[in-house]
Structures are given as C-alpha cells and as structure tokens.
C-alpha cells in the first residue's frame, strides 16, 4: 500500500492507514455517527493506541471493542470493494457491527 495511491473507495485521497481508517470521509461519517471526539493529530500508532487503551463506554459497550470491531470492518469494506467491486454503505457496516452483537462486553 504505497502512499502515492489514491484510495479506492473514493479516489479523492492517499490510501494511508489514518486516510483509510480515519479521514476518508466515506468513513469519518460512520465514526462521527458513533464517537465523535476522536480526531485529532495523533500519528496512527498513537491514534490506534489511545483507542485501544480507552476504557470509555459508548453506551454499554467498551469503545476498545467497538473501535477494533470498526477497524475491521472498514479494511473489509475496502476490500471488497477493492478486489470483488463490492459497495457496501456506512449504514450496511452499522447493521453489521451490531451483528457482531459486542456480545461479550455486557
Ligand atoms: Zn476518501
């Protein structure tokens, strides 16, 4: 994944971890949706690393797991877009979160 590549989903910026998982904007509206006071201008080790210390709760889920459970379905996502052509929207990737249930976090 060079960093002179666009990103597929959107072809409007360089396909870096924090565009991918953060700032794309076809992702920032599905993280807004869920936790609003994350952006900032942590680097992506640090930005990975505060949200999967944090021992907030975003209603009665740990935001650790949630933040885990979006990273992979945002890499899933662009990879389904990106080798089977595969659109999926941010209110899709929602029902599939919950589908995960974050079962064992309550
Ligand atoms: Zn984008």
């Given at each position: ?41 942590s680097d992506?080790?640090e930005w ?59």
């Amino acid at each position: 994944m060079g960093q002179s590549e666009e990103f597929p989903l959107c072809n409007l910026g360089s396909e870096s971890f924090l565009y991918i998982f953060r700032d794309c904007i076809k992702v920032k509206d599905m993280w807004l949706s869920n936790h609003a006071s994350f952006f900032s201008d942590s680097d992506w080790l640090e930005w990975l690393y505060i949200n999967l210390i944090s021992v907030e709760h975003v209603v009665k889920y740990q935001w650790r797991l949630i933040f885990g459970v979006m990273l992979d379905l945002v890499w899933w996502r662009r990879n389904g877009f990106v080798f089977n052509n595969n659109i999926i929207d941010n209110r899709q990737l929602g029902e599939k979160a919950m589908a995960y249930g974050f079962c064992c976090s309550h």
